[in-house]
Every structure is written in structure tokens, then in C-alpha cells.
């Protein structure tokens, strides 16, 4: 059995907070059953689909890199994302860790969302762009780390889709068991 989870900003992806002095929220404000783990990570500044599972090895197949997995992201950047900037995304990144595989990206108008609590730093002169990142990998923060090295920092980042499944009209805080 698997959960699907739209996990909300500032939440972390583990039940407990054991390095806090304050009370930071977990998924353990969430989710509420026994005996489910989540399959991967998303970091707790980052949004949307999260799966748990209490199927031991269906958790290590998503969350392993050598299988491959495809996570589809939406990704709102600083500033009006190039061409260039797409296709460099395209052909793979050459981070301090290496060079990503390549991606699957394209310029998306704003997706139906939610709107993200607290609300996004906005700047008046410098406008902000959508992107729909596709990357079968999961290096450390590699989505953030690879839209910043092709000039455009990530400014909100929300994961939609993993392998097959997909966060729909899960609205944040939400989950489906399945």
C-alpha cells in the first residue's frame, strides 16, 4: 500500500524533529498511520508529491538513483527564463558534484496551484518564469542546484509527478491511501 502526500513548504519529510530545539513540523503532523515511510525526500523549502509506503521494497525502488525513477517539478525561477537556459537544462548541468543527466524542460505558463504559505519574495523590476523539469536522478537540492547554474534561481519548487504517480488535485496537507 503506498500514500500519496502533498507536502506543504516548511514541512520536514521525517516524522520526528530530533536537532530542533523548536517545534518544526513533520509529517508526523500529517499522517497519522503506523508503519509508513516516505520513499525519497523533498526538502522541507520545497512542495508536493511525496510518497510513503510500508512496502519495504517498493521504498527502496523509488527512492534508490540506479532505478531510475522519473520526478516531474514545476519550478518558478527568478527572472524570464532563456532559451539558452532551457536548453542547457536539456543537455545536463555540470554541478560541483558532477554533470546531471540530461533533463526534460520546457517554459510552462503558471500552473493551477495553491497559493504557498508564506508567499514567495517578489521583486518589482525583475519578473519570475515557470518551468516543468523532468530528471531521473536525485542529487542532493539538484533541481535548485541546476536552475541557479544556468542563471536563474529557483524560487518555489513543486514536485508533481513520481514514476507513474501524480499529486492531481491533492490539495497541501492532503493524502490518499492507494
Known amino acids: 500500500m503506498i500514500l500519496l502526500f502533498n507536502k506543504p513548504f516548511d514541512v520536514l519529510t521525517q516524522f520526528t524533529d530530533l536537532k530542533s530545539e523548536t517545534k518544526r513540523k513533520t509529517l508526523s503532523d500529517y499522517i497519522k498511520i503506523p508503519e509508513y515511510y516516505p520513499a525519497g ?26 532505478y531510475h525513477k522519473q520526478k516531474g517539478y514545476w519550478v518558478q525561477v527568478d527572472g524570464d527564463i532563456s532559451d539558452e537556459a532551457i536548453i542547457q537544462l536539456q543537455q545536463g548541468v555540470n554541478l560541483k558534484d558532477g554533470l546531471t543527466k540530461p533533463a526534460r524542460a520546457r517554459k510552462i505558463d503558471e500552473p493551477n496551484i495553491w497559493d504557498r504559505e ?27 542546484r541546476m536552475t541557479a547554474a544556468v542563471g536563474f534561481p529557483t524560487l518555489r519548487l513543486i514536485r508533481f509527478q513520481i514514476d507513474k504517480w501524480q499529486l492531481k488535485q491533492l490539495q497541501p496537507g492532503e493524502y490518499i491511501k492507494i
Open 41 to 66: 525526500r523533498l526538502d522541507k523549502d520545497s512542495e508536493g508529491l511525496l510518497i510513503l509506503t510500508n512496502n519495504g521494497k517498493l521504498q527502496h525502488q523509488l527512492s534508490h538513483p540506479k
Open 118 to 144: 508564506p508567499p514567495i519574495r517578489v521583486r518589482k523590476n525583475i519578473p519570475t518564469s515557470w518551468i516543468e523539469l523532468f530528471i531521473r536522478e536525485g542529487k542532493n537540492r539538484q533541481v535548485r
